[in-house]
């Protein structure tokens, strides 16, 4: 008498709810999943103009500067040329356009900032202000004393250095 | 009587999971701001408080607090 494995190959699957002749069940196939993809994305922003969006005040900035010493260097060297002529007051002045279009930028850059970015720079401003103030004040003295007397457009550049130097001081304060 | 101000801003934006430029982008301000303000080194004027309440979906006594100590 030979052993007979009662229970079927435990590999295959048991199945009769629907493998015997008389189910009125079917096998269906199980619905592929559905992917839900996400919307397209739009198209990816050409470098150029992100730059424009981002860098747009610098670039005016930097292209009006350039305007300002195109028109400086050729006043200057049509005024040279012409020393003597009648219209080289309006020539001189010529560069003044772009200068005022420089500061223009620059008041519409203090007015586009926040309320810290603008408290910020008006500590800046101040301290610059009166730190120029001190350092005038302090060298006239040094001047009565015989030091040599410097160039009054060196003040502008001064307080320019001041403020950027009050800027990295008060930005560095709120961090 | 000297009022300084707490906030739960970075509460609440941690429980958005928004980051700090994320904040700053929905309010129109610099993340340098929305970090000033978390840290207690900025009080926001009323028109900033009232964006970060209606961004938030509260009321300003939801976010900010007054803590008054004699000074």
Known sequence: MTEEDPSPNPETPVDPLVTHPASPFLQTEAPAPVNYASPPSPPPTPAIYSTWVLYRTQIEFGLSLLAYLMVLVGSVVVVQANPEADWRYFVVVLPVAPAAFVIWLFVRALARLDELEKRIQMQAFGFSLGTTALLTFGYGFLEGAGLPHLNWTYILPLMAILWGLGTAIFKWRYR | ?71
């Not at chain 2, 009022?3 to 309010?27: G, I, M, T, Y």
Request: no cysteine; net charge positive; proline share 3%.
């Open chain 2, 1 to 71: 009587m000297a009022v300084s101000v707490k906030n739960r801003l970075r509460v609440l934006r941690a429980e958005l999971e928004w980051s700090q430029a994320d904040l700053a982008e929905r309010l129109g301000v610099s993340r340098q701001t929305v970090n000033a303000i978390e840290t207690g080194k900025y009080d926001p004027s009323l028109p900033l408080a009232f964006s970060l309440a209606r961004t938030f979906k509260r009321r300003i006594e939801e976010i900010f607090e007054a803590e008054t100590s004699r000074a």
